[in-house]
């Protein structure tokens, strides 16, 4: 059961749901995910409510957890809950799994894990190109623009490869991109392009801690 600070002191089954993770008691990628949280569809003041909420819930809830998972549950009525879960390393995913994954997220309008192709210097989303990207997502692209690689998205891709996963060649590497889970290889399709992606990833979440405000918060020095 996680801390959190609700809303409301009942809410019904989630519509919306987050997790991003965190990294010394602080949240890596902060702006990207706040941005992708407005692009789903919510209004100004829940946009409000959860940067004021945040600092809130980082102190209370993360120093059990400071490298746990920070999740927002929004109902149909806009009450919503924030708190901070354990993390749990995801299953090794095979292409079939990981497509089957990510499909279930297709439907909304900003899509937390996205299923991701390589070949040379040419990266592909298999998700619509008319969808914002997610904070973990949208750091992918701006790699492969430093990394000089070429990004495309092929959402038919993902249903080619549901149906017939053998449309994903052989010398292909394939990854997902998680705000919750990062950079995860597909079982036989890792090598050294998605290598060099959960690298930079690992930098620059690692980079991630507290500030001054938090850490008094926390009773950390």
């Known amino acids: 059961m996680s801390e959190s600070i609700p809303e409301d002191l009942v809410m019904d089954t989630p519509v919306l749901q987050v997790r991003w993770r965190l990294q010394n008691n602080a949240l890596p990628l902060l702006n990207r995910h706040l941005r992708a949280f407005a692009q789903r569809g919510v209004s100004r003041g829940l946009q409000s409510w959860a940067r004021q909420h945040l600092e809130w819930t980082l102190a209370e809830g993360s120093l059990g957890d400071p490298n746990g998972v920070l999740t927002i549950d929004v109902d149909e009525a806009g009450r919503s809950v924030m708190g901070i879960e354990p993390f749990v390393e995801l299953e090794p995913l095979t292409v079939p799994l990981m497509a089957e994954r990510v499909q279930q997220q297709a439907q909304n309008p900003v899509e937390s894990e996205v299923m ?61 991109a998680s705000d919750e889970y990062g950079i995860v290889p597909a079982v036989g399709h890792d090598g050294d392009i998605c290598k060099q992606y959960a690298s930079y990833y690992a930098r620059i979440v690692g980079l991630a801690h507290a500030d001054a405000y938090d850490k008094a918060n926390l009773g950390l020095r």
């Open 116 to 176: 991701w192709v390589a070949q040379e210097s040419r990266l592909t989303a298999l998700s619509s190109p008319s969808k914002p990207l997610s904070g973990v997502n949208s750091l992918v692209c701006d790699l492969a623009k430093t990394l000089k690689a070429t990004v495309e998205f092929d959402e038919s891709l993902l249903t080619a490869c549901l149906q017939d996963p053998g449309v994903i060649s052989p010398d292909s590497q394939v990854f997902l």
